[in-house]
């Protein structure tokens, strides 16, 4: 999948991370990976493991918060990377295993939503201790 792209393999790491396109060139391994997923055992183990990281991130964050043994807790999955249908099951079984308490909704808006609704947390949310503020 990096082979065309890299004349040297062990200096993949650091000519990705120099990049200014980095995220975007990322990504657009990730969806290979995740198209190949299926069919070809390495990009189906990447898949799995990123599952795994992501519910674990998820999960982390729950108890970070005291909200992951809280009863309904809403969990929503945003990204391009929950296209691939394999690491969407795999995700939710995973935190489903981790946090049996937690609801996996439907996005209600994109990223930038997500961003907004962090500025109008109420003081009281368990979230808002979280939340680094920067004013002008």
Known sequence: IVARDFADLS???????ADPRK????????????????TDEVCHDITMAAANELAHSVASGLARVDEIQQPQTAVCAVGNVFKSSLLARAFAQTLTRRAPQARILPPAGNALDGAYALTTLPKDSALSAEVLRASV
């Open 11 to 17: 200096e993949a790491y650091r000519e990705v991370q």
């Open 23 to 38: 995220v975007s060139r990322i990504a657009s391994y990730a969806k290979v990976v995740a198209q190949l997923a299926e």
